[in-house]
């Protein structure tokens, strides 16, 4: 009973915590918000002073966002060796090769 009372109270304030901090973030599609003029603002003004190289595209998703990447391609492997690991259990056992425990 105790138990189901503090996690009550613990979602409770976890719940009133997050939608205080929605209620302070800024509105949706605002042409104000610093992610829409400052961030890209930077990307496009100074990429060739920051990283020389002169596409910009390259530039921010090998230097800028290379943490962001690096984690995305992280996923994304792990995802094919999960995919492969259970297409091969799979035909082993089609194959009747599998070995008993």
């Known amino acids: 009973m105790l138990r189901q009372i503090a996690a009550t109270i613990l979602i409770l304030l976890l719940g009133t915590v997050l939608l205080y901090m929605t209620s302070e973030m800024p509105r949706f599609g605002d042409p104000g918000n610093p992610s829409n003029n400052e961030l890209s603002a930077r990307y496009t003004d100074e990429v060739i002073e920051d990283v020389n190289v002169p596409n910009i595209v390259t530039a921010i998703i090998t230097d800028?966002?290379?943490?962001?990447?690096?984690?995305?391609?992280?996923?994304?492997?792990?995802?094919?060796?999960?995919?492969?690991?259970?297409?091969?259990?799979?035909?082993d056992v089609g194959r009747g090769t599998k070995k008993d425990g």
């Open 64 to 91: 800028y966002r290379a943490y962001d990447t690096l984690g995305e391609a992280t996923v994304l492997f792990a995802g094919i060796v999960a995919v492969l690991t259970v297409l091969a259990a799979h035909s």
